[in-house]
């Protein structure tokens, strides 16, 4: 069993930084894969980036190549992810969940979920 606790959203301007952290407790934490998406409303949950339980593998979905970055700090059991030159189509709800599975771009594949935290980035 893995509780995920997400934190670090708030109100930015175009063009800011965020960095949003997940915190994890329950035993064997580098098993997991860490995954980050995000959702808006009356919209479907959307893939952001992944990392593997070792850290030394990432994966990130186009619209955010290159401007985001995950990692993770196993011996403090949290993941992070680095966000920089935010637009306002990246406000949403950013949740972190847990997948035993390699790189796992589908929210199917991750078992445990944060309660998510608000980014909201403005014009």
């Known amino acids: 069993q893995v509780q995920l606790v997400e934190s670090g959203g708030g109100l930015v301007q175009a063009g800011g930084s965020l960095r949003l952290s997940c915190t994890a407790s329950g035993r064997a934490f580098s098993r997991y894969g860490v995954g980050w998406f995000r959702q808006v409303p009356e919209k479907e949950r959307e893939f952001v980036a992944t990392?593997?339980?070792?850290?030394?593998?990432?994966y990130y979905a186009d619209s955010v190549k290159g401007r985001f970055t995950i990692s993770r700090d196993n011996a403090k059991n949290t993941v992070s992810l680095q966000m920089n030159s935010l637009k306002p189509e990246d406000t949403a709800v950013y949740y972190c969940?847990?997948?035993?599975?390699?790189?796992?771009?589908?929210?199917?594949?991750?078992?445990?979920w944060g309660q998510g935290t608000q980014v909201t980035v403005s014009s």
């Open positions: 969940a847990a997948s035993r599975r390699f790189l796992a771009t589908s929210s199917g594949a991750y078992d445990y």
């Open positions: 990392i593997s339980g070792s850290g030394g593998s990432t």
